[in-house]
Structures are given as structure tokens and as C-alpha cells.
């Protein structure tokens, strides 16, 4: 895997995950409300694991600039996620 090929995989785990998160907070807004189970903690803490073997294995085949990108998107979205439920959900 060459620089380009890691560069979109890693921006499509991202977009991926940011879609995912989105659609679970705007749920409240789509004939779907279900869909709020996508903004839980649990998927946060699959967030949180999932990009974590992420990084491990960018890590382990010496990539560190996808593994720093990841990282920090990783914590971003987990920390806005724990603010919106510590700040009191709508859930």
C-alpha cells in the first residue's frame, strides 16, 4: 500500500464514522428516531476500540502521520460525544 491508497483509507474510516455519529444525532430529526443508538456510548466505546486497532496496526507498518491523524479524530468525536451526555442528552 502506497501514501495515496493509506491516505484514503484513512480519510474513508474517518468520513465513515463522522457519518455514522451525525446520523445519530440528528435522529431526532428523521422518520427514524431509532437511529439515536448511533450517538450511545456503546458506539463511542466501539469507536474508541475499532480506531484503536486502527492505529495499532498503522503503528506496527510505521506509518505515524495516519496514526496521529486518526488518533485525534478518534478522541475529538469520543470527547464531543461525552460532553453531549454529560451536558444532558435529549435521550
Known sequence: MDATDMGRLVGAWMLGWSVLLVIGYV???TPWPGLRVLRSPAATKLLVMSSTAVVGGFSLAGTTQYCA???TWAVLFSSLNWLFHYFGSVE
Do not use: M
Request: no cysteine.
Open 69 to 71: 491523524l486518526v488518533a
Open 27 to 29: 435522529a431526532e430529526l
